[in-house]
């Protein structure tokens, strides 16, 4: 494979981003993923103190900041209506601050979860997300920035939205075993479908019916096939490790986590190689 960069997403180093700057840059990689936060901590790397600190670790260890992760979406129903005014306020909060953090640390692109809370599960649902993320590709694309909407929906489901949003900057974000993991559906079928809409980054970990709970290549979710298959359709751009190497349960397979993400460095600079 060629015309990859490897990375990480700040969340599933150990430390959960702490000095994940730091961390990347002594491990080798190439570009790490930041999380926007939770409301509970006002959302710290939208404040401007965090964001110059963050631009002064970029600067010190060349780190790419890749995408931001909207991960409060999990908590917070990106599709809340005005007649929950609470929900509402807060799911528009994070999308504004979002897309101010990509502008001010340069991220190119916005990642947009859309499960646990923001998972559509009716019409009214999808509605609602799907003004919410045309927003958001309407705002970020003055900018350059593009917007990813990560979920667990069919290529058959995708395109639906993708229709809805209508927005040349939008996009799938795939991920290696979220597929397999909470749906039974092949992640290699997935995959195909899904390609022509994904953009240029995907995730990648592994388990054995749960939840990073296996190093690359040791579960159940076909993490070869998958990187085989985007082989062979040409991919470019980001890979970035997702698996959590200093939590339960991955981290009983090795009491060092940074152990544990060296193992998944080289199995995935060696997979890349390979194919």
Known sequence: MNHIK?????????????????????????????????????????EKTMQKYYLEDQQKYGIE??????????????????????????AWTI?????????????????????????????EDLEYSAKALQYLCDEAGQYGIRVAYENLMTPEEFKIVFEMVGRKSFGAYYDSQNYHLYRGYDQLEVLEGLFPYMLSQVHVKD???ALSGALLGKGDSNFFGSMKRLSEKGFRGH??????YDQLPLRLEQEDPYRLLETDIKTLRETIAKY
Request: proline share 5%; glycine share 10%; net charge negative.
């Open 65 to 90: 900041y890749c995408a931001i992760a909207l991960n409060d979406f999990d908590h917070i129903p990106m599709h809340a209506r005005k007649d929950s005014p609470v929900a509402y306020e807060k």
């Open 207 to 209: 388990g054995n019916g």
């Open 239 to 244: 890979i970035l490790l997702e698996n959590y």
């Open 95 to 123: 999308l504004n601050k979002g897309l101010k953090t990509a502008i001010e640390l340069k991220i190119p692109v916005i990642q947009v979860a859309g499960f646990a809370a923001s998972e559509v599960k009716t019409e």
């Open 6 to 46: 490897i990375g990480a997403c700040d969340w599933g180093l150990p430390g959960a981003g702490l000095n994940a700057v730091r961390i990347a840059s002594e491990f080798g990689l190439d570009a790490i993923s930041l999380k926007i936060g939770f409301f509970e901590n006002n959302y710290p790397i939208a």
